[in-house]
Each structure stands twice: as structure tokens, then as C-alpha cells.
């Protein structure tokens, strides 16, 4: 919460420098935008910084500000979302998943012209933002209804596999399958793994995220090549 409390500090000689509407609406924006990419504060409280700070700036009067948050594009995404929400909520998105894997299948082709199909129908009588919100929840179903049903056992459970049954079936001794799950490639592996969980649980992967994006912004080149160049550094000392 350090960003929370510097970043207005910092910029706050914009407004007294260009004491205009135009310079006291650009030191709005700028604080929304560094509190944006930072996520120094919640993203919902972010947005509503405008509802606070035009008013008391003397960019905008609170009703004309408030007006802006009710008009028509708005309203497009918040019924999309609240339809999206009673869709997941009665679990109707679950039924159309599963119908929709029922007359298509699980072949890619047919199970992607059937989403296609479906989304085609619903964009006739919704907007198509409405009709693409309420279509997430609805292949997330079917993804987890075609993981459940290729799955039938756990992947840990199938790697153990040859452990028990290369002895019984006389492929490999009891001691020779056992060596195997103990070699170099294997111990690279799992020292990537737990490496790579002893870096999520200490939070480091937010800390270099945000020290990514404060140094190349949210580019998608500059982006890109921040991350091209944090693995180039990794990789260095790891293998």
C-alpha cells in the first residue's frame, strides 16, 4: 500500500502547475493509471476515484460524473454480467454444456462448431457482449465435464503405475523401476517444481511481476520482452 499513498503524493504538482480542468483531469488519470498497473488498491476502487476526486478538483460537477457511470455502454456490461451470474448461479450453464457435448461430442471440430452454434443463437436475441458473458461459464463447463470423464484416475496416481506393476508383470524388478524414478531428468524436474511452489508461496512471482510491469509498462511488446528477459536472466543460473 506504499503506491497507494506516494503515487498521489509525487504527481500532485500537476494540478497547482496546470491549474486548467484539462491539467487537474490529466492528474486523475494519471493516479487511476498508476493505481491501475500496480494494483496498489483494488481495481473496483480504482475505477470509482472520479465519483471523488472530479468533484473536488472542479473537473466535473458530482451529477454530470455520476451521469457518466449510467449511461448506456455501462448498463451493456453490467446486465451482461448479472445475466452471465443467474446463468452460473442456477447452474443452467452446466445443462447447456452438458447438451451440447451430448449432440456433438468430444471431437474438437464438432464440439467447436456446437459452441459456435450456440453462441450464433444467443447473440440473436441478446447483445453479443451479453451473449459472450454468458458463454464463459458455459465452456468452462464443458471442459470440466470432458476433464472428469478423460480422467479416470488421477495423472500422479497413473506416473505410479510402473512402480506396481513392472515387478508383477516381470517387465522390471522391484529395484530397477524404483532407479528409474530416481534419475537426473526426474530430480531436474522436481527441483524445477519445488522451486517453482516455494516461489508462489513466498509471493516472489507478484513481487518480479510488479517489477516487470513498473519497469516496461503494460506494452504487449515492452511486456513481452520484460518476460523474454527475466527467463534469459533465470536461466542463467538455473537450469
Known amino acids: 500500500y506504499i503506491f ?37 488498491v483494488p481495481i473496483t476502487v480504482t475505477a470509482l ?25 455501462v448498463m451493456i456490461f453490467l446486465g451482461s454480467l448479472i445475466a452471465a451470474a443467474a ?21 474438437p471440430k464438432r464440439l467447436l462448431f456446437g459452441f459456435m452454434f450456440t453462441t450464433a443463437f444467443l447473440s440473436m436475441w441478446i447483445s453479443n457482449l451479453a451473449a459472450t458473458a454468458l458463454m464463459i461459464p458455459i465452456i468452462n463447463a464443458a471442459m470440466d465435464q470432458i476433464k472428469q470423464h478423460t480422467e479416470a484416475v488421477p495423472i500422479t496416481v497413473t506416473a505410479l503405475l510402473p512402480i506396481v506393476l513392472f515387478p508383477l508383470l516381470g517387465v522390471l524388478s522391484s529395484d530397477l523401476t524404483a532407479k528409474a524414478y530416481v534419475n537426473g531428468t526426474v530430480m531436474i524436474f522436481l527441483g524445477s517444481l519445488i522451486a517453482a511452489a516455494a516461489v508462489e508461496k513466498s509471493l516472489l512471482h507478484k513481487r518480479i511481476a510488479l517489477k516487470v510491469l513498473l519497469v516496461t509498462g503494460t506494452s504487449p511488446k515492452r511486456l513481452l520482452f520484460g518476460f523474454m528477459f527475466t527467463t534469459a536472466f533465470l536461466s542463467m543460473w538455473i537450469r
Request: aromatic share 10%; glycine share 4%; hydrophobic share 55%.
Open 4 to 40: 497507494a499513498w506516494c503515487i498521489p503524493i509525487v504527481l500532485i504538482p500537476i494540478p497547482f502547475i496546470a491549474t486548467s480542468p484539462a491539467g487537474k483531469c490529466a492528474y486523475v488519470v494519471l493516479v487511476m493509471s498508476f493505481y491501475w498497473f500496480t494494483e496498489a
Open 49 to 73: 476515484l472520479p465519483i471523488v476526486l472530479f468533484p473536488l478538483l472542479g473537473v466535473l460537477s458530482s451529477d454530470l460524473t455520476a451521469k457518466a457511470y449510467v449511461n448506456g455502454t
Open 87 to 107: 446463468v452460473e448461479k442456477s447452474l443452467l450453464h452446466k445443462r447447456i454444456a452438458l447438451k451440447v457435448l451430448l449432440v456433438t461430442g468430444t471431437s
